[in-house]
């Protein structure tokens, strides 16, 4: 009993809080773009060399308005945005009217989630392993990698992108240079399909797996070494603790807690996409999407893909608070 | 030397450390030839400042650090055969450190250590066995077994965790307990039932205690004897109401007479030389002192000064050459 009011009743209303909170901020930020979406497609008409006389102009710029939702204040839209997002309803795409905002983000969400959950965990696991054994055992061998991450790291992760892409895609041509499936292919559940969508997604998981791989791996490194000095170890060893235990029950197991910390904000951010990533390697995610967006001023777009980015990253963080305590009996309530 | 009669005999242990740089590397003598003995049940203390070998020395018996020279025998064995024998070694001496809420798991309840050392030494066979024996030892420091059962560490005070890592250390019915500075992180009242632990112990269990610590006050209270340190090098040995109450080597004198009275009218009186810079004091040829002592001479800067047998205090300094 004490633990829902003591722990879960204070969580879940900072939760929805903060949800509210960003929901709020994420229907008001694209409103303050300086762009206006009728404007750019306006601009979009005229650029074709379509002609619009001056006195129509207005007319058809009240008729976008109409047709995208924008008329009324912005009170008026705040109320609309709330009705239509209990009913999971973003209203339709500005730039790609009118295909639901909704109907985007599902059709790209599949893609950033198969990339970047994989290569998160992925990378995680390895890193803490890693760097658990380097961080633990100082030889030649963990000094030798150690050296190579200490070199790989500093690299700009676009210009690694961009390295991979030419070495493995341009010079010899392993993977394919872009796209997330082969052109034209259907996306369903067949043997070749499986392949190819493997095959494409292989280069941006590479550099997305080295990439992360690397600062956790220094990351978990430095605190494994802090924890390997910590008294308690040293007692345990002075006490005939078998070195086994020592390793698994005092230095990896003390060191995952800021690791699973990480990995669970980590997961958080999964939604917003990974916008280098995918703009290097033309990868049909989130990111992409978000970027298209921003730079035609789709405020439904932007809106979309932030309130679900909120959602994750807010719920993310509880799922993580709630799990803690398992992990470290000192937050633990009793 | 008769080979009997003590437990664990420190023969000209020398320890060095290369301290800097690539290029600028100095080799410091953390512990310079340091002998001295520990009788069975006798509690023998190291005293001396922060940074004067005393750890390093803990650490050298514990097996923790290599010693760059000299010879440990412990019950008649060398060292080094005793590492053949690590897991028999650690039951006959076990250690207890300065920080006792640093000195468990913060994850693990702190029972969890100690199955973990009775089912590791075969103590006992099974859980049934495991608790009374466990409470024993506790018994013995005071706590209970269902003071620590399934609590974590955060949820006992220092002296509580204290005492429980002494009973732990008790477990394996040591005959040395190595104590590294065990009550200068325990509230000051607790310190005394902590050192009343440790002559207690001594009187029940034939336990010898290596006391390392800087507070002269409990070292004076509990020891037998006790050997002085200063950057590395054992000033004085001997007998510890000799040692202390009637202080031969200048460093001792400064130590005794640092010691602070519960008395505010009596203003500490007397100017002290601060000390240099630790690695300076290491290096120095002569006398390591002979930078802070007042009564320094030519010599002590010059000559490094050889052991003198004193009305039974092995004393290190030129005046009594």
Redesign the interface.
């Known amino acids: 009993m004490s633990f829902v009011k003591k722990c879960l009743v204070p969580r879940l209303i900072q939760y929805f809080l903060v949800t509210f909170l960003g929901l709020t901020t994420a229907f008001f930020l694209p409103r303050f773009l300086p762009l206006d979406p009728v404007e750019q497609r306006i601009a979009q008409y005229q650029a074709f060399g379509v002609y619009i006389p001056p006195e129509q102009l207005e007319e058809i710029m009240n008729t976008l308005r109409q047709l995208y939702g924008l008329q009324g204040t912005l009170w008026e839209q705040y109320g609309i945005f709330w009705r239509r997002l209990f009913m999971g309803d973003f209203g339709p795409s500005l730039a790609r009217y009118p295909t639901p905002v909704i109907q985007l983000i599902v059709q790209s969400i599949p893609w950033t989630i198969g990339l970047l959950l994989l290569t998160t965990l992925f990378a995680w696991v390895v890193a803490i392993l890693m760097g658990g054994v380097a961080g633990y055992f100082r030889n030649r061998w963990t000094e030798i990698l150690d050296g190579i991450v200490m070199v790989m790291r500093p690299i700009p992760y676009y210009i690694m992108a961009l390295l991979c892409l030419i070495v493995f895609a341009y010079i010899f041509p392993i993977f394919p240079l872009s796209g997330g499936v082969g052109i034209g292919r259907e996306v369903s559940f067949g043997f070749d399909t499986i392949v190819s969508i493997v095959k494409h997604g292989a280069l941006p998981a590479l550099t997305l797996l080295v990439v992360g791989i690397a600062w956790q791996f220094q990351s978990m490194k430095l605190i494994v070494q802090g924890v390997r000095s910590e008294s308690y170890v040293w007692y345990a060893r002075a006490g005939g603790v078998r070195e086994r235990k020592i390793i698994f029950h005092y230095v990896i197991r003390n060191a995952m807690l800021p690791m699973i910390t990480q990995l669970g904000l980590q997961l958080g951010t999964i939604f917003s996409g990974a916008l280098v990533t995918e703009m290097v390697f033309a990868y049909p995610g989130v990111g992409w999407i978000l970027y298209d967006a921003v730079m035609k001023g789709d405020y439904n777009l932007i809106m979309g893909i932030m309130c679900i980015s909120v959602v994750a990253v807010t719920t993310s963080i509880l799922f993580l608070d709630l799990v803690y305590p398992i992990f470290d009996p000192r937050v633990r309530y009793r | 030397m008769t080979a009997t009669e003590e437990l664990l005999q420190i023969e000209r242990v020398t320890k060095v450390f290369t301290v800097g740089s690539f290029f600028f590397k100095t080799r410091i003598n953390a512990v310079e030839n340091v002998s001295f003995g520990i009788k069975p049940a006798e509690i023998f203390t190291l005293a001396g400042e922060s940074g004067c070998g005393k750890s390093t020395i803990a650490k050298i018996i ?1 097996g ?1 650090e290599e010693k760059t020279a000299g010879e440990i025998v412990f019950e008649n064995e060398s060292i080094a055969h005793w590492r053949e024998k690590r ?1 028999l070694f ?2 006959k001496v ?2 207890v ?3 006792p809420f ?8 702190v029972d969890d ?1 100690f199955f ?2 009775v089912y ?2 075969h103590l006992v066979q099974n859980e049934k066995e495991a608790i009374p024996f466990i409470d024993e030892r506790l018994k013995a420091v005071g706590l209970s077994f269902s003071e620590i059962h399934s609590r ?1 560490p ?1 949820e006992l005070s220092g002296g509580q965790l204290q005492r429980a ?1 002494i009973a ?2 008790l477990l ?1 019915n040591p005959s040395l307990l ?1 104590a590294d500075e065990p009550v200068s992180m325990v509230d000051a009242s607790l310190r005394m039932s902590i050192v009343n632990l440790f002559a207690r112990l001594r009187e029940e269990m034939n336990l010898s205690v290596l006391y390392i610590t800087h507070d002269l006050a409990t070292a004076y209270y509990v020891s037998d004897r006790i050997a002085v340190m200063f950057r590395g090098n054992i000033v004085e040995m001997g007998p510890v109401e000799e040692v202390l109450l009637n202080p031969r080597h200048p460093y001792t004198q400064l130590l005794r007479d640092s010691i602070p009275e519960a008395n505010p009218h009596r203003k500490w009186k007397g100017s002290v030389r601060v000390a240099n810079v630790e690695e300076e004091e290491y290096l120095q040829k002569g006398c390591k002192f002979a930078g802070r002592c007042s009564l320094a001479e030519e010599r002590c800067r010059v000559d490094f000064p050889q052991e003198t047998l004193v009305d039974g205090v092995l004393v290190r300094c030129h005046r009594y050459n």
């Not at chain 2, 640093?102 to 309840?109: I, R, T, V």
């Open positions: 514990l923790f897991q650690i039951q076990q250690a450190f300065q920080n640093e000195s468990f798991n913060p994850l693990c309840a250590i973990e050392t590791n030494f974590y955060s890592s732990r250390a394996t190595v």
